[in-house]
């Protein structure tokens, strides 16, 4: 398989590479819109540690809303089913940052990969610490997960959410309202721009990402009942409005990020992680998409 | 009719006095939730000036909602028909303080007297100046309508606003990721909040109201065309979500605010201002309207 | 003040007839649709019964929604007040043929003006009878208050609303499994096409308005608190999602129809018809809505 | 395994059917409110052809919704993608019948599970010919796939849901008035509303599933892809807005039934079939939903 492996991914890396239409970076911080949008990279690792992948594998992203897995993971494993009296676990059917559900439902989010249902996780992960404490477990956390310590904050990054960020403000005082924050709305989100704004290759991702494949692969850091819990949300909510259609194309649970990155899991077999900057419509990485329907399809990973 | 109007208000407050159900007293802030309930004041000044008035005329109250009536008139004289660009004029539809609305409109509040347009209104009226200068303007506006500088704006229940406002805030930050707040949220909010803390008598604001009876009664604020627009606009949305049944029950232009106070215009005729803290469940005072019903009835006062 | 208002109304159709933007006829029936858009009518009707009218004010057109006038009048004198509960009296802040805010309010219409409110009035009118003997009241009704028998339904136009009428089947259906639908949709609905399909003409219609002007005016047809309720309805509702701005614009209570037709009342004054088939895109009628705004500014006829 | 899941299938009926909370029937027609709500059966079939089965495996029951999943088979081997032109395939955050969304999107439903998408889909499979043809095909897809031509319609079910079926003739004639229907809405109701009323066994419906298991298992209905989409889809939109968390908990592609009925699926194991009339809040299967998140968890069968 390892030589499949290799040649499928130097075929998606090499055709890729030629595209007309790479998609539209995320513009709506300045450290985001500069990123040239003509970039590719992806690495999977197999669950007997092998780490495969293609492109500029060597460059670091920004993960954005790929870290609410790891926050997620984390929540639950703080304060287990009681997170779910805060937060849904149901597809939304509405745009990632849409307040119009937290309204209609009370400021209860949809799930915790929508902007608020992340907040709301980000604010139990807090739970009343310094904003530094709290990150020091996310970058610990994934920084275990990978193995690999040399992962760490942008802070201009961050500092850039924090300027820009009016519409999740929006939402953490929104959920503040209805009663639905346990921290000063100012704490919670300076806390979560900061997670969002983790840099790491697409191999640290993939290494990353090595927990979700299933017992006895990577450091353990959650239970085999969590991973499929996480896979499953990462199924049905991963990809936003775009979920759906995900799991029509690939069949894999997977998280996007507007970063451009995208980290997918093969149950048993892999973990995948794929960056390309360009988005789609819905704000999934364009070519990653692309990148991860034609590898599923190549080695026949869908879960279905 | 001087006689005629004396016995219809004494026996308006007589009746309402015996009130088995005061309503309920707004409770999101301890200033608010500290008023007694079982108050009730009215006062009427004719077109010539006399002034009538019954109930507990000399207690004062927080003016709230009602001071978007004249933030918008100073914000029409300061920018003229450029403000509709901002915000629209349409009855909502939906709750004071919802933002279903404000997403589905793309950050275009529906009208100046739900919260996100009166928010939209003072931004236009701070303009770049210190909250303070713009404070002085708008409570400057009322004095001279009023005749009377004992008009003062209550600090703690500016502050009180700022802290439990969370749901404002999430409104603010959603109008300026919409692009459509000139200054920095809680600028804009901070005066948002303190002409709201505006405290007046019923005869006071039944003074303040005089311009928009229409020409030649009391000091001349806006131009006559002005005044039928913000007469228009207080009929068909001056009570939010309750606007409707107020037009069909009372049928005059009418603000009203969670203080429990209500201020109404019969064109050509008399500014009425009544006050009564128990709020129905759309939040306009619950005996307030009840008595603006009688009073309308009695002296055969619909605009129909 | 008649040879004043004959000198306006002069005016506005010669002003209006070298129009450069007649708006859009409706299109939806290919009835309406082959209507040409360059006409213009208007008729008005002073307390004392005189009757003014410029353009081709003897041109039928399809009243369409502002048989909903009649229909609610007829509605309430059998049902009074018990007809709220079936249909609240709030503006919607959604268009006309919105199925929406149905669902969010369980079945509830928000207005008797909306479609979805104006079936359930004419199902209320409907009441167990034969279709035909409904229309029979509402056709006697208006033919009663325009002292005019020569006033008709367009039985093509009305079977091109049933062929042509889906959205107002899935509103009917949608209020039927509501329970707030106590007529079998297709007879409800029959009744309603039917009685929109009604033809006048301005001086007809202003005729048949004249009993909303107030006490003494025309056949009295409902009491006096009644018309000012209907008024109320009209300013509030009159104009669907425009009725803001006509408010506005006008300030006189008013219903308009897709026909391009719009009966605005001057309590205790006039009745006004106008006509011109093309529409703005609220769907209320572009050069009508312009000459109803002209004649109130010279004739001094805002309510406020 | 054969004996594994022998013992576990009779475990799960002997504990269910101790339960204190059957849930609720369906009561919108008597049909359906009138089975008693404490059955229970489940049948699983293996990939080997096994079949193991407890409970009252030979009482037949509704299936309704869950016949939506060969519907869509059907209507994807007549137009392939082309279908998606007319339904999206993304969860809905609505309920099975809501009619919000359909407006807000413009008639495009938001997947061919929910009953808008199913109209579409029955549409689709119409094709203009009469209803009884579609029935046919439909019926003959089912019995091949289950080999068992003993699979029928109950033709009173059927006629029930036309008589009580407003909500779905509000959705039809939406559709139509989007132009996003191509027979006239009783055709099309009329040809959904009888394939709804097909009754089996949870043996026939595990039977008739297994072409969804994957390439060799049963008769080949449709290609590999195209099964492999199918789950996916049943995995993010099978359980209307109890999707996510039937993710969550059992981890399977799967489709409920108001009837009672869930077909479940493992790919490359097993065909599973449960049915017990009460329904949780979400209108799935009680006690079949629990089932199924004991028997996957007994089993190891989720994909995650």
New interface residues.
């Given amino acids: 398989m390892a030589q499949r492996l290799k040649t499928v991914l130097n075929e998606i890396a090499a055709d890729l590479s030629d595209s007309h239409d790479w998609g539209k970076v995320a513009d709506y911080i300045p450290e985001l819109a500069a990123v040239p949008k003509e970039q590719f990279a992806i690495a999977v690792i197999t669950k007997d540690g092998q780490c495969h992948s293609a492109g500029s594998a060597q460059v670091r992203f920004s993960a954005q809303s790929i870290t609410k897995v790891f926050t997620l993971a984390i929540a639950l494993g703080r304060s287990g089913d009681q997170l779910w009296q805060r937060v ?7 745009a990632f940052n ?7 439902e009370n400021g209860h989010p ?2 915790p990969f929508v902007n608020a249902g992340a907040i709301v996780t980000t604010d139990e992960v807090l739970a009343g610490r310094a904003p530094k404490d709290a990150l020091a477990e996310i970058l610990g956390f994934i920084r275990t997960a990978a193995e690999d310590d040399d992962i760490h904050i942008n802070k201009s990054v961050a500092k850039s959410e924090t300027e820009h960020g ?2 999740n ?3 953490a ?2 959920l ?2 209805c009663g639905n924050l346990k921290n000063p ?1 100012d704490m919670t989100l300076g806390t979560y721009f900061h997670h969002c704004a983790i840099e790491l290759t697409v191999t640290q991702l993939a290494k990353a990402g090595r927990f979700l494949i299933g017992p006895g692969v990577g450091p353990k850091m959650v239970s085999p009942e969590r ?3 996480l ?3 990462m ?3 991963g990809h936003y ?5 995900f ?2 194309r690939v ?1 894999l ?1 997977a998280k996007s990020g507007v970063g451009g990155g995208i980290l997918a899991i093969v ?1 048993g077999q892999a973990s995948i992680a794929v960056w390309s900057p360009g988005l789609d419509q819905n704000g999934n990485s364009k070519l990653g998409t692309e990148a991860m329907q034609r590898l599923a399809h190549a080695m026949n990973w ?3």
């Fill in positions: 849904d676990r149901e597809p939304s059917g509405d849409s307040i119009v559900q937290l309204e209609q949809r799930n009016h519409r403000f929006a939402l005082h929104f503040a309202s709305p991973v499929r819990r896979n499953a949300l199924m049905t909510c409005d775009g979920s759906g259609d799991a029509y069949g649970p149950p869908s879960v279905f």
